[in-house]
């Protein structure tokens, strides 16, 4: 009998796929239970004042586990105003058949002087946090959080509403920021809001039907519809579902941007520099900000956190179905910021990145935070430690979610890298932070 010889390439391709066709289960479970049924924050504030159930359930809710953002460092303090926009010139592409057009949600994150009676706004409204913890809430889908353990509406931002933006900061470039698949725009506000307070404008996107929950000012919550019936399981349809995500994101991710230049002339005074735009995101939104830099020239530079680029299908040699960023490459800079979860960190070990890593003219570099996971480029890397301590503990365990990196290095060095990407490919001032290996942070490992 003759052996075949053993080939790496394709063992990691059979992660991949079976890494997207788990990720693909567990949206389907969590879309085929989600509903609508959630109350407005209006309706949610009114229930918490009644007597009765309602007022059972608020107590239960002051009794849950609760969680604290870390404070931003920058040298301004922050400002944010959500913002509802609709694009009438698109269908709603996860609600067919109907007359919908696509609205979406987007915050932006400023330098503020806010006034001395000014208080910080919740990370989520009150609709959107029931549901985010609910078992068909990313929380559970994401994050293996039991449902209901955790009061995540109790969780405050250090920004104020509708502060008048710091002019001192100049004017502001402008970096958008792209969620995880199933993740809402507030699942990486500890970042955000750093990154806001060293002077930059930032955009979070809410993509309507793909987030577990999407909270409306008119108190409508959009919960997840990304399948059309059954979810798939073949991988040519899971491939096809992947690629219209994207796709989606990235229209999502123009449209905003176009609509920034409207809002700057008629409502933010001109203090967004729209000459100088970045992007960057989490997995599959780490994935939308390179194919939108690939797309749309008007992207100067993006980070890429843990993102794969590519889909399943098996077009390729080594199994995999590469996007156009990863074909092509880019002409800008692109950082990619690997974990220590399985496939991930040095671009060798993702056929993806590696493609992307052959065929890029621009600025590129790749590190990875030793002992980190997938979602430790979220939020939950410094909210979930503090929630275990109080008994809210993901299935599997914390270090299953978040790794073993202490979280406040986890979070000291994903703002420094941000910081350092964008400042030097945005306003020109280079620290040499990633020149190659630091000091400082000895956790951040490049590749070569």
Known sequence: MTVAPHDPSRDRSRRSLDRRQVLVAGLAASALLATTAVPSPAAAAAAGRADGPAAEATDRRA??????????????????????????????????????????????????RPG????????????????????????????????????????????????????????????????????????NTALVEDLASRGYAVVTIDHTHEATEVAFPDGRLATMRIFDGAPPTAPEAVTALLEKVVAVRVADSRFVLDELARLNRTRFGGALDLRRVGMFGQSAGGFTAAQTMHDDRRFLAGINMDGQMDYVGGREPDGTHLSGVALDGLDRPLLLMGSGSEGSGDYRQQPSWAAFWANTRGWKADV?????????????????????????????????????????RALAANRAYVASFFGRWLRGHDDHLLDGPSDRFPEMVFAR
Do not use: C, I
């Open 368 to 408: 990875t935070l030793t002992g980190s996971r997938h979602a430790s480029y979220t939020d939950a890397g410094v909210l979930l430690p503090r929630l275990a301590r109080q008994g809210a503990v993901p299935e599997g365990g914390l270090a299953g979610a978040v790794g073993t990196v202490p979280p406040h």
């Open 116 to 187: 001395a009676s000014a208080r910080p706004v919740p990370q989520m409204t009150a609709g959107a946090a029931a549901h985010f913890g609910s078992a068909e809430g990313a929380a559970a889908m994401n994050l293996k959080m039991p449902p209901g353990s955790v009061d995540w509406g109790a969780t405050l931002t250090h920004a104020h509403e509708a502060a008048p933006v710091d002019r001192r900061a100049g004017q502001l470039p402008v970096v958008l920021y792209s969620p995880g698949l199933g993740d809402p725009r507030t699942w």
């Open 63 to 112: 009794s849950l586990p609760t969680a604290r953002l870390p404070r931003p460092t920058g040298p301004y303090a922050v400002g944010t105003v959500a913002l509802h926009l609709v694009d009438r010139s698109r269908a709603e592409p996860w609600v067919p058949g109907t007359s919908a057009r696509r609205e979406l949600m987007v915050s932006l994150w400023y330098p503020a």
